[in-house]
């Protein structure tokens, strides 16, 4: 007899954990369709709401003077290229910002 109840016990606690993950399974599975209507919905009514590709990459990208995409390297030729790009750039800002103001 002992032997049955534990092995009724054993079924039991399986049962519980099955019947646990179908809810748990069930609960995901109705806030992600929840969650995908509400997106449907909000790009039905407000199809400006959300943001192209370019939009994005745009939004992201920083504004005014940037300095030359250069790779790390322990060339002494690359890293002198670099610093000249950055000088004729700065020089080349430093020109048109005095000048745009002598014109005013």
Do not use: W
């Amino acid at each position: 007899m002992c032997v049955a109840l534990q092995a009724q016990n054993i079924a039991t606690t399986v049962r519980t954990i099955i019947v646990g993950l179908v809810y748990l399974a069930t609960f995901i599975f109705s806030a992600n369709a929840l969650g995908l209507t509400g997106l449907g919905l909000q790009l039905l009514f407000f199809p400006d709401s959300v943001m192209d590709e370019d939009e994005l990459l745009a939004a992201k990208t920083p504004k005014g003077p940037q300095l030359p995409k250069v790779t790390v390297t322990s060339s002494t030729d690359d890293i002198r290229r670099a610093f000249e790009a950055v000088s004729k750039a700065a020089a080349d800002g430093g020109r048109s910002s005095s000048s745009g103001s002598g014109s005013r």
